[in-house]
């Protein structure tokens, strides 16, 4: 069985990051979702918990069937590159490919002896977790950016006025 690993913190899980899954799975039998920053939320660039990206996420692979492909793995930050790869591999399963679009990332695991891909664009200019965020705080619509239960689990949570709060509190 050939499994990849697709890194990301998914602030929020958008298009473009459903857009590499499928794209990592036509290529891959199961793919390893491995959530970073594990340990932030609440802030401008990490604004939803590790629990709260692991729902989205998954809520959007049920939403197209993908979901019994795919393992969500959360994992907190070490800030030593050197360690990084080794930190991943004993927090998640086996993996053969990586699929990344961080040069730094590309080359950690080839370092390491893995194969690691860098996906193609999704449209960055529109499906960007920072713009994402950003309309979010100026409320503006982010509604086609996100996959529809992604906008609706959002919406539950207030993670927009979490959002707005957590922007307004940093000025």
């Known amino acids: 069985m050939l ?16 857009n590499v899954v499928k794209w990592a799975l036509e290529r891959v039998d199961e793919l390893v979702v491995l959530i970073g920053s594990a340990q932030e939320s ?16 998954r ?9 019994s492909r795919t393992i969500l793995v959360p994992i907190p ?16 399963p086996r993996f053969n490919k990586v ?18 891909v860098m996906p193609p664009l999704y449209n960055r200019e529109k499906y960007n977790s920072t713009m994402i965020r950003k309309l ?9 950016l996100v996959p529809r239960v992604v ?3 959002i919406k539950e949570i207030h993670g927009d006025e979490r959002l707005k709060d957590v922007a307004g509190s940093d000025k």
């Not at 979010?136 to 086609?144: A, F, K, T, V």
């Open 99 to 116: 699929f990344a679009r961080n040069p730094l990332v590309l080359r950690l695991f080839r370092e390491a002896g893995y194969e690691a």
């Open 151 to 153: 906008h609706d689990y």
């Open 3 to 18: 499994r990849g690993l697709y890194p990301g913190r998914f602030q929020p899980f958008h298009l473009g990051h459903l």
């Open 136 to 144: 979010m705080i100026l409320g503006e619509d982010w509604s086609d």
């Open 77 to 92: 930050d070490v800030l030593m590159n050197s360690v990084w790869v080794y930190h991943v591999k004993i927090h998640t």
């Open 42 to 57: 609440h802030t401008l660039s990490n604004p939803f918990t590790a629990g709260e990206r692991i729902e989205m996420i």
């Open 59 to 67: 809520m959007s692979l049920k939403d197209i069937g993908l979901d």
